[in-house]
């Protein structure tokens, strides 16, 4: 899959939620025209050396949120792309609250292939503190109007907001296993500039995870997702270049997916060394189990733990990701 991201920042939103600021956080400041997007596909077409199945994605703001007429002036412009087949389906993320019968209507005259619902937490209060707009019920509304339509949809989740918790956090992670979402996001919080959270931050009401204690929760959540069968597509927000400057505090690093996944194959040689009591490691997948800039090899070593590379049969990763969500879930009261 090949996605063509188009910023449209607060578009669409009736509300500012507490921790976002997309003008800071994407650098983008207004709605693009016809011709900017255009700009934008082209460009990144010269970049894909495989030009099969491109999705134009329209982000930021709340894309179902605007008025009709703007929504489909978008659709519209993708439309004239898709059939010049410059690019082969459309996705966007949405809040579920702005998701019904009308607006299915209106896009199934579109070649949309993906929606992604800005959930970020199953608990009603944690939503509410967070200015979100919408509840759990308009949760499972919105994906029960997109799922009887048969339109793929992702759910973006956040970790550690304002009056979240781990368990609440953990909770909402098995709620979204239970819908059976095509993909998620997953987006520990962070502070942004000038963002409401800011001033919670500043003024002491708000102390976000330190990156260590964010990358232990979400190395698990990552294995209960992929052990789903649940595609992670990404985790951690999504910065460039200045917009790296907006992030006042929290776990920000720019490989934060990298670093999770090699705390899951860690975990998995963990695993391995527990129930053979030694770990091999074949010589075709000594690039997974060296880890982010060779982290896990770094961890071996300073925990005294030998290991070899062999020639042998691959590893298989994904028994071990089972046994390790078997272990977490059987640890869930």
């Not at 009308?102 to 070649?111: C, Q």
């Not at 919408?134 to 048969?150: A, F, P, Q, T």
């Not at 296993?177 to 000038?194: A, F, Q, S, Y």
């Not at 005294?304 to 879930?329: A, K, P, Q, V």
Request: glycine letters at 8%; proline letters at 4%.
């Amino acid at each position: 899959m090949r996605i063509i991201p188009v910023f449209i920042p607060h578009s669409g939103c009736k509300s500012r939620c507490s921790f976002c600021n997309e003008y800071s956080a994407t650098g983008f400041s207004g709605r693009p025209d016809e011709s900017q997007i255009r700009k934008i596909v082209l460009e990144y077409r010269s970049y894909f050396k495989n030009k099969d199945h491109i999705q134009l994605g329209f982000y930021g703001g709340t894309f179902t949120g605007n008025i009709p007429s703007v929504m489909e002036e978008y659709l519209n412009i993708a439309l004239k792309l898709y059939e010049e087949n410059l690019i082969h389906g459309i996705r966007f993320s949405t809040s579920p609250d702005e998701i019904d019968g009308e607006k299915i209507k209106i896009l199934r005259r579109y070649p949309v292939e993906m929606i992604e619902l800005g959930v970020e937490s199953f608990d009603d209060e944690v939503l509410r503190k967070s200015r979100r707009p919408h509840g759990m019920e308009e949760i499972y509304e919105s994906v029960k109007l997109i799922k009887e339509n048969d339109i793929s949809f992702g759910i973006h989740l956040m970790t550690d907001l304002p009056f979240s918790s781990e368990d609440k956090d953990f909770d909402s992670v098995l709620k979204t296993v239970e819908l059976k979402p095509d993909l998620v996001r997953i987006h520990p919080t962070v502070v942004l500039r000038g963002s409401a959270l800011e001033k919670e931050y500043l003024d002491g009401e708000y102390i976000p995870k330190s990156l260590d204690e964010t990358i232990e929760q979400l190395w698990k959540i990552y294995v209960l997702f992929r052990s789903s069968g649940i595609t992670v597509s990404r985790i951690g927000i999504c910065l460039y270049g200045e917009q790296k400057k907006s992030v006042v505090a929290g776990p920000f690093h720019e490989a934060l997916g990298d670093i999770v996944k090699s705390r899951v194959y860690y975990e998995v040689l963990m695993e391995i060394l527990r129930r053979k009591g030694r770990i091999e490691i074949p010589i075709s997948q000594k690039n997974i189990f060296t880890g982010y800039k060779k982290c896990i090899l770094k961890k071996l070593n300073e925990n005294g733990i030998d290991y070899t590379l062999c020639e042998m049969e691959e590893i298989n990763i994904e028994y071990y990701i089972r046994m390790l969500s078997s272990e977490l879930l059987g640890g869930v009261k």
